[in-house]
């Protein structure tokens, strides 16, 4: 009854952080974090499934199988092109995945050294596994508790190969020839930023600046707890690599330093959000998705068979506005290759309640909602999503303190958790706006809110005992609203 139409869930069992993403002859490759044989946390194996196209996707057999209390936690794959790491052993170029081994025998004895760094290798471009033994860890656990989730990626810059590990409170990065030996390079991070919980999943770039022929790295670290609406949230860091050290752009030192944490999403439930590898370069796209839950309620949420699904796969940009860096994020294109249907209304005017979708309506569990307000005044700028039950789910604009809003205490179930809807989630903004343009991804359980092409981003999952069927704007002040328009999306046709 709650699984998405579009958003990925497994077919059955627990799933949470993606892992090794990486694309490869046609194939986008997704891995996870998963428990096959129940619907909370359990064993930890890597989940696989697979897309031509990020938005249908086919799950395949489980990749990497837990050993006796030996968990299989977070990491990410590489397409080892030049075979650098001598483990290709035909024409393909053997793909790397790099992930934590978390001993859970350790971890019981009450040690320190539970988590080391292992590789794995495939000669299949990803379809089947074989464990380094021989040769692992390939990074030693120095005496650190949590010491997890590498992200390694190749640093074309500096010709070698880079790994961001979260390590408590901090990230250390490290460079290898071969994926098999690693050198610690330097650490970066204590005291900056948000520190509510331990760092986790970490992603670690190169991206242009739109519009320029500069570049800048982006670092973006995962905490739980601390996220910026309680729970698990993905801050990220702006600033240069000289090959073995991150410094932060002055300017987003000051960003950090007055915002206490930049925020990728700013929504309760988009956690351990991570990139593709090896994405065409002529595409040049940096693509990224997030586990659609937060840990303080992932175990309780009202579904059975499975749990969790995953964001909307989203394009990442890097934008410089007044000398001051964004990471925006908006859906990826390839949602547009499903649009079956679309209603528009140019513009609209009026002030109290107007109905932007009577209820009726074909189906708003799959479809992508544009608009533009304009002409904004101090003032709030309710939507509401209701049902003829009584349920409904509230966004929008509180332009008077300057913040963008959910508020899904009234969308279904909430009561399998006291941290589920206690607060309405609030995304704050600079200043009051003269206009807004928001762009809003609605599946059966979960909104996405893309505001102003993506600068802002919020995205909140709920548990409806019946689909939403009308969307209203309120306000006390007269509005306008152009650009109207509703597309409805249809998965069952083959793209």
């Not at 971890?107 to 380094?132: C, L, M, P, R, Y």
């Not at 650190?144 to 074309?156: A, G, L, T």
């Not at 601390?226 to 949230?233: T, V």
Request: aromatic content about 14%; proline content about 4%.
């Amino acid at each position: 009854m709650y699984r998405p139409n579009f958003h990925f869930t497994p077919k059955k069992g627990w799933m949470n952080d993606p892992n090794g993403m990486f694309f490869s002859n046609g194939y986008y490759h997704l891995f996870y974090q998963h428990y096959p044989d129940g619907n909370t946390w359990g064993p930890m194996h890597w989940g696989h499934a697979i897309s031509k196209d990020l938005i249908k996707w086919e799950e395949q057999p489980i990749a990497l199988y837990p050993d006796k209390d030996k968990y299989i936690f977070s990491g990410s794959a590489v397409v080892d092109t030049h075979n650098t790491s001598g483990l290709g052993t035909g024409n393909t170029a053997p793909i790397v995945a790099i992930y934590t081994l978390h001993d859970m025998a350790k971890e019981k004895a009450g040690k320190i050294d539970v988590e080391q760094q292992d590789i794995a290798f495939s000669n299949d471009n990803g379809f089947t596994w074989q464990k380094f033994e021989e040769g692992n860890p390939v990074v030693k656990n120095p005496g650190i508790r949590d010491f997890r989730d590498p992200k390694v990626s190749w640093d074309e810059t500096h010709k070698q190969w880079i790994m961001a590990l979260a390590a408590q409170d901090r990230i250390h990065f490290y460079k290898s020839a071969n994926l098999k030996n690693w050198e610690f390079a330097s650490e970066f991070g204590k005291n900056i930023g948000a520190h509510g919980g331990v760092w986790e999943c970490p992603d670690f770039f190169e991206i242009k600046v739109e519009g320029t022929k500069e570049t800048k790295w982006v670092l973006i670290v995962n905490l739980n707890p601390g996220g910026p609406n309680g729970g698990s949230g993905v801050q990220y860091f702006v600033g240069d690599f000289d090959g073995k050290t991150f410094t932060m752009d002055q300017s987003f030192a000051e960003r950090v330093n007055n915002e206490k944490a930049v925020w990728a999403d700013y929504g309760k439930d988009n956690y351990a959000g991570v990139t593709w590898n090896n994405v065409p370069t002529s595409d040049g796209r940096r693509l990224f998705i997030g586990w659609m839950s937060n840990w303080e309620y992932a175990q309780q949420v009202p579904t059975t068979t499975w749990r969790s699904s995953t964001t909307i796969p989203r394009e990442l940009k890097l934008v410089k506005k007044e000398g001051n860096y964004n990471l925006v994020s908006m859906p990826v294109r390839e949602l547009n290759n499903y649009v079956a249907e679309t209603i528009s209304a140019k513009s609209l005017n009026g002030k109290g309640n107007l109905t932007l979708v009577k209820d009726g309506f074909n189906d708003l569990t799959k479809s992508i909602i544009n608009l533009d307000l304009k002409k904004l005044k101090q003032c709030d700028y309710t939507f509401t999503l209701s049902n003829l039950d009584g349920e409904s789910l509230s966004f929008g604009l509180n332009n008077k303190e300057n913040f963008l809003f959910i508020d899904r205490s009234k969308a279904g179930k909430v009561d399998f958790s006291d941290k589920f809807a206690s607060t309405i989630s609030k995304a704050f903004l600079e200043g009051s706006q003269k206009s807004a343009a928001f762009k809003i991804i609605l599946d059966k359980t979960s909104i996405e809110i893309f505001y102003n092409n993506g600068e802002k981003v919020m995205t909140e999952i709920f548990f409806l005992n019946k689909p939403f069927s009308a969307l209203s704007i309120s306000s006390k002040e007269k509005m306008e609203i152009n650009n109207f328009k509703i597309q409805e999306l249809n998965f069952s046709k083959s793209h």
